[in-house]
């Protein structure tokens, strides 16, 4: 935020949105993201909600800012709060001068969690909504009403905001909110809050072509204009809305998306779809991943394209089912009984989420085995405003499928034929001709079942030199920052937004970062160990109590010594402010 | 004519039941002139999860209890292959078992052959859930947990040593399941002559209800009352116990034979993109 004469203009504004779960605290969200949308800012939105149907406290955190984030940010500059509690968990985040407009239908707002300067609005939201309006929910549109003035919006401006929110709605419902946003003015007008009378001002910029979407969403999406046509999954949060979007969407394209009755169903039932040649996908979360090891194991021996995706929440075991972690790292690069091939992403926003789960899907078939796409609960679920995604510019890749005519040419077939780049034609069912055998057993070329030692060997290298062969196209990192600075920072997932911006306030404090997001985690690519190499020390941040990357990193020949790990753990992601303080601390301590 | 591989020989142990079944499976294909390229066969782990090798067909080896969900997927990928999932009664009762109930549940068409010998044969003769059960016994009744789902109908149950019975049985299954009119479920008697050698107790105790006056395997009810009434009296239902016979073929589609080409969709994917939209 800057001043401007009296007015402090708003170019970067966290909001926070808070009461009981069904107090409807998103729906000012969105009034909220809409007014900010239609100003030109950039949006990041999360969910901060109890694991049950309803109720619990629910917040949802917005931040709006003209230059894109990546993360929330560290303070709350306006929290809407509908209970004593949002103001007892968002009050201690607000800024020194920040705004708090309370539901103060059952007391006023206990003061102790909040800073000297700000500045608080009570208002019975609650009783004026069923006591003028006659609906408690009408409570939504009064608070944005004495939140449009508080961010020096024009009323004309509100309402347009209103009614586009509103429009499919009936007619009656509408006029409504309208009332109640105009007696939102009217309170506002009687707290000294007339329009134009505030001291902020919201800035606003050119709104270039951009949509508002979560990973998960833009993932499934991918995989959809990748050809996947086969999804399998058993709901788990915080991957359960890659399970809905499908089973909405692919019915349209042709394709089959299914509730599994368990984890082993669902990674057995994407396995026979892909067996039969269609592009198939199972997500999940680390409990039902650790279902499904045998599944990976399998994909990697008997050589079947699948992609496996895993939205990590706070382990062990079932955790915290809500809150991000970074902990099945290990899991995911090194579980599965045996050796085998594998490869895994690690998208950092919607946009790398597009864009690997299309990589990931082409790549599954290409080297005919599994790929992982590792997000966590911030990646999965926070939805951030992103340039539209390039629909026309997928290409599909279909790998070493060989039709009928291919197999009359050659007149012979061995489905798992080695070959120099260790990936073998593949006839899928149906193909005249081509009839052959699929086993994770060990297995002769033929597919015939074989513990000869020779074979076995030339068919675990077989299956090794696939990954050479892939290597080279694997996707590279993201780098921002200071490229020269000898001080690295690196992290996956939620961390790729906090971390370029903790990079610019280091830079602002003298301690300039180079950063690296590495977008492969698995095999590590030379990129990631050379970032580290070239520099004196790297600190990686990741949200795991074991450091599992950096141990990770170290186990592929990354010296230790340069690399110090940045651990949270609490289910609370990192804020750009905070990590920028942590690593200055050790810097300086140095 | 492309070379693939040669069916194996079958690994089993000489008069092992299993040589009933796949020889029933070889004649249902050729009764019904399916050329090998249609056929997928998809096997468990166990003595009865060599059988894909064997034929000469499209071959999968499922995981440990997973042929089921397996089979599944294959099926709705591409209804127009003919699916054939098999294993034994470890596999389909035991660590299979959840699987079973789903697969009545969702009626997908495609053939189930469980081949029940009551023992362990490939890891060396423990019991399996069905050891003591087979005679009525305690133990556990595959076709009466199918019966008592509303979904299911196709359930037969033949024996190896009858081999007449079961080549009608598999041949009615693969058919009924190829119509697409749902799931066909075949359990086997097929004995263990290592482990668990039952062809003479099961020639005494079996029952084949088709040959029963005024039998009708419509008539779900009905089904149920000989079932467990032989069970009551230490003996085996055998032979089509229950056929929905007016069950219709359903429509389903096709992904294995969607355009996905980007550029054929591109209008479509415009569009839910545009919904996204600030």
């Not at chain 1, 989420?353 to 599954?364: G, S």
């Not at chain 2, 009708?216 to 069970?231: I, K, M, Q, Y």
Request: charged content about 20%; aromatic content about 6%.
């Amino acid at each position: 935020m800057t001043a401007t004469g009296t007015k402090r203009v708003l170019t970067d504004l966290d909001v926070m949105v808070a009461g009981q779960g069904g107090d409807g605290s998103l729906t000012v969200a969105n009034l909220l993201g809409i007014l900010l949308g239609r100003r030109g800012f950039h949006l990041y939105v999360a969910r901060d909600v109890a694991s049950r149907i309803k109720g619990g406290h629910a917040a949802a955190l917005m931040r709006g800012s003209l230059v894109p984030r990546g993360s929330l940010g560290d303070r709350i500059d306006l929290l809407v709060a509908f209970d004593a509690e949002a103001v007892e968990k968002g009050g201690p985040r607000l800024s020194d001068d920040g705004v708090v407009i309370f539901d103060a239908s059952d007391g006023p707002a206990e003061r102790t969690h909040l800073p000297a300067g700000a500045r608080v609005f009570e208002i019975p939201f609650a009783r004026m909504a069923v006591r003028d309006l006659r609906r408690d929910l009408f409570k939504n549109s009064l608070a944005f009403g004495v939140a449009a003035r508080m961010l020096g919006v024009g009323d004309a401006e509100a309402e347009e905001v209103l009614a586009r929110r509103f429009s499919h709605l009936r007619p009656e419902v509408a006029a409504a909110n309208l009332e109640a946003l105009r007696e939102g003015f009217a309170y506002a007008d009687s707290q000294g809050l007339g329009e134009g009378a505030s001291p902020w001002r919201l800035d606003s910029a050119q709104a270039d072509d951009r949509i508002l979407i979560s990973g998960n969403e833009a993932l499934a999406f991918g995989f959809l204009v990748a050809g996947g046509r086969f999804y399998a999954g058993y709901p788990i949060t915080p991957a359960s809305e890659i399970l809905s979007w499908l089973e909405r969407q692919l019915p349209r394209f042709g394709g089959v998306a299914l509730q599994a009755e368990d984890e082993l169903a669902a990674i057995n039932l994407a396995i026979g779809a892909a067996l039969a040649g269609v592009r198939a996908m199972t997500a999940t979360s680390g409990p039902g991943l650790a279902l499904m090891q045998e599944g990976i194991s399998q994909l990697g021996s008997a050589e079947i394209p699948v992609v496996v995706v895993d939205c990590q929440r706070s382990g062990p075991s079932t955790g915290m089912p809500t809150k991000p972690e970074q902990s099945d790292i290990g899991m995911v690069v090194h579980g599965g009984n045996g050796d085998f091939p594998r490869i895994v992403l690690a998208p950092g926003d919607p946009t790398d989420c597009f864009e690997l789960a299309v990589e990931a899907t082409n790549l599954a078939h290409l080297f005919q085995g599994p790929v992982f796409l590792l997000l966590d609960q911030a990646v999965s679920q926070d939805s951030v405003t992103v340039p539209p995604f390039d629909v026309d510019g997928v290409e599909i890749e279909g790998g070493k499928v060989v039709s009928a005519a291919d197999l009359a040419a050659q007149g012979e077939y061995r489905r798992y034929a080695i070959t120099d780049d260790g990936i073998s034609p593949w006839a899928v069912p149906g193909t005249p001709g081509g009839m052959n055998l699929v086993t994770g057993n060990e297995r002769n070329e033929w597919g015939q079942v074989s513990t000869e030692p020779a074979n076995r060997v030339a068919m675990m290298d077989k299956r090794m030199r696939k990954l050479d062969t892939v290597r080279p196209r694997l996707p590279g990192g993201r780098r921002f920052g200071t490229d020269d600075a000898p001080v690295g920072i690196l992290g996956i997932g939620m961390q790729l937004g906090v971390m370029t911006e903790a990079a610019e306030l280091l830079a602002a404090a003298g301690v300039p970062v180079a950063g690296l997001q590495p977008r492969t985690l698995w095999p590590v690519l030379d990129e990631t160990v050379g970032f580290v190499e070239r520099r004196e020390r790297v600190y990686v941040v990741e949200h795991n109590a074991e450091a599992q990357l950096t141990h990770l990193l170290a186990s592929v020949g990354v010296p230790r010594d340069r690399l110090v790990p940045v651990l949270r753990y609490d289910g609370i992601p990192f804020r750009p402010g905070e990590l920028a303080g942590r690593i200055l601390e050790e810097e300086v301590g140095r | 004519m492309t070379v693939t591989y040669t069916p194996a020989r079958p690994i089993w142990c000489a008069g092992c039941g299993h040589f009933g079944v796949q020889g029933a499976m070889a004649h249902a294909f050729a009764a019904l002139d399916i050329p090998p390229h249609e056929i997928v066969v998809l096997a468990g782990i166990g003595c009865s999860g060599t059988v894909q090798n064997n034929l000469g067909t499209y071959g999968y080896h499922a995981l440990h209890g997973r042929v089921l969900p397996t089979a599944a997927g294959v099926h709705l990928a591409n209804p127009r292959l003919t699916v054939v999932a098999a294993g034994g009664d470890g596999d389909g009762y035991a660590i299979g078992m959840g699987h079973l109930v789903h697969a009545f549940r969702r009626d997908l068409p495609f053939v189930y052959v469980v081949m029940n010998n009551g023992v362990y044969g490939l890891t060396k003769g423990q019991d399996s859930p069905t050891r003591h059960g087979l005679s009525g016994i305690g133990g556990f009744d595959a076709i009466d947990l199918g019966l008592s789902i509303p979904a299911s109908g196709f359930l037969a149950r033949g024996f190896s040593r009858h081999p007449d019975q079961l080549r009608r049985l598999m041949t009615d299954a693969v058919r009924y399941a190829r119509e697409g009119r749902g799931f066909a479920f075949v359990e086997v008697l097929s004995p263990c002559v290592t482990y668990n050698d039952t062809y003479a107790s099961w020639e005494h105790l079996v029952e084949d209800v088709d040959t029963r006056q005024g039998y009708d395997p419509s008539d779900r009810a009905a089904a149920f009352a000989v079932t467990t009434g032989l069970a009551a009296e230490g003996r085996i239902a055998t032979g089509q116990i229950l056929l929905d016979a007016d069950r219709l073929p359903r429509e389903e589609t096709v992904p294995a034979a969607v355009d996905v080409d980007p550029a054929a969709n591109a209008a479509a994917y415009r569009d839910l993109l545009d919904r996204y939209r600030v």
